[in-house]
């Protein structure tokens, strides 16, 4: 069994900032990718950032420049860091990991943190 605990969502005023976290925990033998993704109502789920160890952090277009994703391996945690928020990046946003639980690769997801931005 394999958990992902968001944190660091919020309310922020355009052109702020805000730190999303994401730690898993359970039967972690291996994390190859980590990643955000976010969802608006009525759209599909996009992939924000992602993050491989030894590989270039992968941006979204809509978020280059403005977000950084890091992740801390021996916490099994990952991060994004997001400035000047913008209206439009007022979403859900979901931590996915690509680990193996001792048995076989899989996927897993958080719970879904709210970002909102708005003055």
């Known amino acids: 069994q394999v958990q992902l605990v968001e944190s660091g969502g919020g309310l922020v005023q355009p052109g702020g900032s805000l730190r999303l976290s994401c730690a898993a925990s359970?039967?972690?033998?291996?994390?190859?990718?980590m990643g955000w993704y976010r969802q608006t109502p009525g759209k599909q789920r996009e992939l924000v950032a992602t993050?491989?160890?030894?590989?270039?952090?992968y941006y979204a277009d809509s978020v280059k420049g403005r977000a950084t994703i890091s992740r801390v391996n021996a916490k099994n945690t990952v991060y994004l860091q997001m400035n000047s928020l913008k209206p439009e990046d007022t979403a859900v946003y979901y931590c996915?990991?690509?680990?193996?639980?001792?048995?076989?690769?899989?996927?897993?997801w958080g719970q879904g943190t709210q970002v909102t931005v708005s003055s």
């Open positions: 996915n990991i690509y680990a193996h639980n001792g048995d076989r690769w899989n996927d897993y």
């Open positions: 359970g039967t972690i033998f291996s994390i190859n990718v």
């Open positions: 993050i491989t160890s030894g590989v270039s952090p």
